[in-house]
């Protein structure tokens, strides 16, 4: 292998490990099935076993009651739970963050986002932690390449995401690997 080849094949690696990957090792889950569970790593949800319908497993999950929940939004993400990461892809064969969250906000906003989340966190009002509504962007950076990473805010600190080892899934803000790699969240202007 040349000098070429080598650089080729490196910033090939450097490219595939920035974008919407997640190193962390998720802490628990609960396979996402027939029977109403739901896939999360938020560690509120360990130990947890959820009856009744979905859209009630998922206000158990958010601690909020499923009346402030939109059921168009967790019906979507109902749908998607358990998919497994794909860079660049946009179906239910695989799908990386930024590809799903565009997904997400055409079904359930009508609305179009840039297909990056560099892109997407250009176009946001910023709102701090503790002002975000369900439906919000959350920016996070796993390296050195600034906004590498998006999720969307739903209650309580817990956003879904793409994570690149459990695909769509559900996670906490305040877990300490998102806590250190959480840079910026905002409303999309759309």
Not at 115 to 126: A, F, L
Not at 160 to 177: A, F, N, P, Q
Not at 179 to 187: E, P
């Amino acid at each position: 292998m040349g000098v070429r080849s080598y650089f080729i094949f490196f910033l090939g690696a450097v490219l595939f490990l920035s974008s919407c990957s997640t190193k962390k090792k998720v802490l628990s889950s609960n396979a996402h099935s027939s029977n109403g569970s739901v896939l999360t790593d938020a560690s509120s949800a360990r130990g947890k076993s959820f009856s009744g319908s979905r859209l009630d497993n998922y206000a158990d999950l958010l601690n909020v009651s499923a009346k402030k929940l939109n059921p168009h939004l967790y019906s979507f993400i109902d749908d998607w739970m358990g998919i497994p990461h794909r860079m660049g892809g946009q179906t239910k064969s695989g799908v990386d963050c930024s590809g799903f969250v565009n997904l997400l906000y055409i079904e359930v906003y009508k609305g179009n986002l840039p297909r990056t989340s560099r892109d997407m966190e250009g176009i946001v009002k910023r709102k701090k932690v503790d002002k975000l509504e369900e439906g919000d962007l959350v920016f996070f950076s796993f390296g050195r390449n600034g906004i590498d990473h998006v999720g969307v805010y739903l209650h309580n600190n817990k956003f879904v995401h793409v994570s690149t080892r459990k695909g769509v899934i559900i996670s906490d803000l305040s877990d300490s690997w998102y806590a250190k790699t959480f840079v910026d969240a905002g409303s999309p202007n759309i």
